[in-house]
């Protein structure tokens, strides 16, 4: 079998033949393809960027308008036609300022009396139903100053962006929806408006009620329904909206985390003043245990200690520099390859030496003594 040598091809040949194949696979990272962060999601929260449907606090602002007006109709009707029944019978011929005031201060007391606890409860349900879709998020962004809002071109942008045409379309379907609904319903009742000129006032007007209530629920069954379509549209909206490019992700990830190499540096640096700290530790050392080049670990015993203590170690160039450090304060070198091995191994720096180490640590130390007071240790 021949070996045929072959030499690098000229670059025009990848540049000719392989260039639009390798554009194939390249991502540009702009199609916002990522799940939003939690990041995402809560920056955009304190913008006040939300999902929420309007549709559902219609539907239920009109439910409870009506439900209050059906509850209190009574009252209200009552109220209305005894005051209106005041003025035509108290009102002199001659009016003057003072009937003028007394006249609008009772319109304005029957208003208190009638519209005012409707509208409280309309304000607090609307209240209540937007808390429920987006909690308490109270922030003053939406309402800064923003040159861009007053740029026509971005105004027809809104106009006629994909969000305008969906509203669009909803606001032509709920007007179909209804208007449907309304016809089949009210065709029937219609024919029967002429027999209410038979009837008393109050009759009519009961009658007319109850049509106007029965319809208006109905209307507000049909609402509910499209409200919580909408609202499952807003969440998925406000969702796709907030989706990332592979690259926001990466840049937000190293805005969280750091970046690599500026934590890479944070923490070189960390090692150094880590090991300068555990240098200026090794010349209080009583002995050094090395093994003899890999391994090197420093012993401190004083009275009073429970056991020696691991005051400096380092394998291969720290201990070679822990052993230069501990020649030139004076300390005790002593090769123990297996003391070594396992004091690097099992202990920690600012740690006592286990008991299993007791015995080969303590003939380390009385070596290292007798080194020290020959004539103390002698015999």
Known sequence: ????ETSTPPSEFYDNRF???????????GEKTEEPTAKK????????????????????????????????GSTIYREIAEYTAYIFGHLNTTVDTETVLRIFLGIVMILLKTAFPIMVAIMLVGLAINLVQVG????????????????????????????????????????LIIGLFLYENLKDEILQMPKLLY????????????????MAFKICAIFFALAILDYMYQKWDHNEQLKMTKQEVKEEFKQMEGDPQIKGKIKQKQREMAMSRMMREVPKADVIVTNPTHFAVALRYAEGMRAPEVIAKGQDYVALKIKDVAREAGVVIVENK?????????????ETVPPE???????????????????????
């Open 19 to 29: 260039l639009f194949d390798l554009q194939l696979f390249a991502d540009d990272g």
């Open 136 to 175: 308490w998020n109270f922030t003053t962004e939406p309402l800064g100053f923003d040159l861009d809002k007053l740029n026509p071109i971005n105004g027809f942008g809104r106009i006629f962006s994909k969000r305008s045409l969906v509203e669009l379309i909803k606001s032509l379907f709920k007007i």
């Open 338 to 350: 297996p003391l070594a091995r396992a004091l690097f191994a099992s202990v920690e720096i600012g």
């Open 41 to 72: 999601k809560s920056d955009a929260r304190n913008k006040g960027q939300v999902a929420k449907s309007q549709e559902l606090n219609a539907a239920f602002v009109l439910f409870i308008g009506f439900w209050a007006m059906k509850i209190l």
């Open 357 to 379: 180490l007791y015995k080969a640590v303590a003939e380390v130390l009385a070596y290292v003594y007798h080194l020290k007071h020959p004539y103390r240790y002698a015999g």
């Open 199 to 214: 009837l008393e006032l109050g009759a009519s007007m009961t009658t007319i009620a109850d049509i106007i209530f029965m």
């Open 1 to 4: 079998m021949r070996c045929t």
